[in-house]
């Protein structure tokens, strides 16, 4: 992976490279950012920077053996680290290490729920525990395999035991001479605070629209324009919740909030309940991109309400029905949906039945909607 393969980001890249060039680079740092913000391309562009053999002035150069090598994530002082499923003979991420490959170099802006998909129908919580912690210690007691540069990429340390976490910290504080731990987080809020307080952070918010039309637009040459554009607004910078909504079609997700809305208004139970059910078979990603998609469609009903129509992009029925929210929403009612909706998305994070979990979201809709 290489700067020029990143969309959008000028900025942080530069500050990035200059940092390289001027022989200023952190011992631990930790890049942050949502899912679908291209967290994880960014590092290894990074990574592979530090680790070419003829830096040029704005990237990697691309053909030297290190970059190669980086390219195909088989860099012998790119050390790989990430959460895994814990079973006999499987504790390291060694062991793991070859499908990990295959699902970065297939989706770069790969995700928990992706990774998770890619293992095969395993059905556990994925974790890093204590051998992955000694894995990693014993990694930083090799010498660098061409002279340079060690990095110990970690991703989604979020997922790390308290135990294993703690196992590291000593050698967080007192790193081995050009060893870079470079760790790739979306949850700061479940990352242990020593982590936390030695590493230097990098904050990286989510893409802008455009960077989203342009990578839909890279990676699906077919795609209309005007698609692109109206997924990327409604994706909220999640490149992966755009590629989702345009294979999965926008429309269905568009009519079944709104259907779902109506039902809720008209404390429809039976509808209701057929609607939780609906929503219970989709799959955890899909019910997620579905609240994330009526936090969209309630911000374009308050914009609507408060004479900001030019700001909403949709079109047809979409735009009729933004029209209607916010004949029907006032300022309390918009917080307070918006607030139900993030808290729904939140406990989908953490597993909530979701049958029960759309049901008293529908009852708690027909409360705010009505006022």
């Known amino acids: 992976m290489r700067f020029a393969a990143i969309a959008d980001r000028s900025a942080l890249k530069a500050k990035m490279i200059h940092n390289i060039r001027e022989g200023r680079v952190p011992h631990a740092q930790l890049i942050l950012g949502p899912r679908g913000s291209g967290i994880l391309p960014l590092a290894l562009a990074y990574a592979t920077y530090l680790l070419c053999r003829d830096q040029q002035a704005s990237d990697s150069c691309g053909v030297c053996p290190s970059?190669?090598?980086?390219?195909?994530?088989?860099?012998?002082?790119?050390?790989?680290?990430?959460?895994?499923?814990?079973?006999?003979?499987?504790?390291?991420?060694?062991?793991?290490?070859?499908?990990?490959?295959?699902?970065?170099?297939?989706?770069?802006?790969?995700?928990?729920?992706?990774?998770?998909?890619?293992?095969?129908?395993?059905?556990?919580?994925?974790?890093?525990?204590v051998d992955v912690a000694a894995e990693i210690n014993h990694t930083l007691g090799l010498r660098?395999?061409?002279?340079?540069?060690?990095?110990?990429?970690?991703?989604?340390?979020?997922?790390?035991?308290?135990?294993?976490?703690?196992?590291?910290?000593?050698?967080?504080?007192?790193?081995?001479?050009?060893?870079?731990?470079?760790?790739?987080?979306?949850?700061?809020?479940?990352?242990?605070?020593?982590?936390?307080?030695?590493?230097?952070?990098?904050?990286?918010?989510?893409?802008?629209?455009?960077?989203?039309?342009?990578?839909?637009?890279?990676?699906?040459?077919?795609?209309?324009?005007?698609?692109?554009?109206?997924?990327?607004?409604?994706?909220?910078?999640?490149?992966?919740?755009?590629?989702?909504?345009?294979?999965?079609?926008?429309?269905?997700?568009?009519?079944?909030?709104?259907?779902?809305?109506?039902?809720?208004?008209?404390?429809?139970?039976?509808?209701?309940?057929?609607?939780?059910?609906?929503?219970?078979?989709?799959?955890?990603?899909?019910?997620?991109?579905?609240?994330?998609?009526?936090m969209h469609a309630v911000r374009s009903g308050m914009l609507q309400g408060e004479g900001a129509g030019q700001l909403v992009h949709a079109e047809g029925e979409e735009l009729r029905f933004s029209m209607d929210l916010g004949r029907l929403l006032d300022t309390e009612s918009t917080r307070g949906i918006h607030q139900e909706l993030e808290k729904a998305h939140a406990h989908l994070e953490r597993n909530a039945n979701p049958k029960v979990l759309f049901m008293d979201l529908s009852y708690r809709m027909h409360e705010l909607l009505r006022g």
């Open 67 to 129: 970059c190669l090598q980086a390219a195909k994530l088989a860099h012998p002082d790119l050390h790989l680290h990430f959460p895994i499923y814990l079973s006999e003979g499987r504790r390291t991420c060694s062991a793991y290490v070859s499908e990990w490959r295959t699902a970065v170099l297939r989706e770069p802006f790969l995700d928990e729920q992706l990774w998770r998909e890619g293992l095969q129908g395993e059905n556990k919580q994925l974790r890093m525990g």
């Open 144 to 294: 660098a395999h061409q002279g340079g540069w060690k990095v110990i990429l970690i991703w989604l340390p979020e997922r790390m035991d308290a135990v294993a976490a703690n196992k590291l910290l000593k050698s967080l504080e007192e790193p081995e001479p050009r060893t870079l731990f470079l760790m790739v987080s979306h949850d700061a809020e479940h990352l242990l605070p020593t982590i936390l307080s030695r590493t230097q952070l990098i904050k990286v918010p989510a893409l802008s629209h455009e960077a989203v039309e342009q990578e839909l637009l890279a990676r699906l040459p077919d795609l209309d324009p005007k698609e692109a554009r109206s997924v990327a607004v409604r994706s909220g910078g999640d490149l992966l919740e755009a590629l989702a909504l345009v294979h999965g079609g926008d429309g269905p997700v568009f009519e079944l909030f709104r259907d779902w809305l109506r039902a809720c208004y008209s404390l429809k139970v039976p509808e209701t309940q057929g609607y939780a059910d609906a929503f219970h078979v989709m799959g955890r990603e899909r019910q997620k991109g579905l609240i994330r998609y009526g």
